[in-house]
């Protein structure tokens, strides 16, 4: 019996969203080559063969998908009763809702985010003066020696002047952007995220 290689697109889906199986004993794994076995009904988020789930998100990060929005490089579109996955966030109904996006985040940290915000409009008039906002990614990315360096200083306030104009900000503040670019970098690389929307690559 020939075997159909499992799509880049299903892989996504099955260990981030999970699947539901009907008749799946004809699929082959990319990862391993091995059979892919699954029962009937529904199907957890995990890896979809023996392997581990770091093998999975290895093999992701060896095989990127040109388009990350629509990340199935093999076909123009993906199998029937398969859903494409976007990484920030899936595209499979119930696990989009399934994410407390305001109540999760927003709702338990307003101030701080909203410090966070402001923030990354300071750094924008200081980095980038006249242009719209956005990261410049190249203009430093030492993130986690700065998070430890202004954890140091948490609870104290320092200045940054921008043209004759003081802005105070809070070091735990500093922290806070910090360890979000550090984080949302480390999840496109890693995880196979898009490159956020407000971000410029390194040159």
Not at 35 to 62: Q, T
Request: proline letters at 9%.
């Amino acid at each position: 019996m020939t075997l159909r290689r499992l799509s880049r697109a299903e892989l996504l889906k099955a260990l981030y969203v999970g699947v539901q199986s009907h008749d799946h004993g004809g699929l082959e794994c990319p990862v391993c080559g091995r059979r892919v076995d699954w029962p009937a009904g529904d199907v957890p988020p995990g890896p979809c063969c023996l392997h581990g789930e770091r093998e999975v998100r290895a093999w992701l990060r060896a095989h990127p998908a040109p388009d990350p929005w629509f990340p199935d490089e093999r076909t123009s579109a993906p199998p029937a009763d398969v859903v494409g996955v976007r990484l920030a966030l899936p595209e499979d109904h119930a696990a989009r809702k399934a994410i407390p996006l305001c109540t999760g985040a927003l709702d338990y940290f307003p101030a701080a985010i909203a410090a966070v915000a402001e923030l990354s409009r300071i750094g924008n008039e200081q980095h980038n003066p006249g242009e719209p906002m956005h990261h410049a990614r190249g203009k430093s990315s030492d993130h986690a020696d700065c998070i430890v360096r202004h954890l140091l200083d948490r609870g104290q306030v320092y200045e940054v002047t921008i043209a004759g104009k003081v802005h105070r900000v809070r070091h735990s503040v500093a922290v806070a952007w910090r360890a979000l670019a550090l984080a949302q970098e480390e999840l496109e690389r890693e995880e196979g995220a898009p490159l956020a929307r407000g971000a410029k690559a390194a040159p």
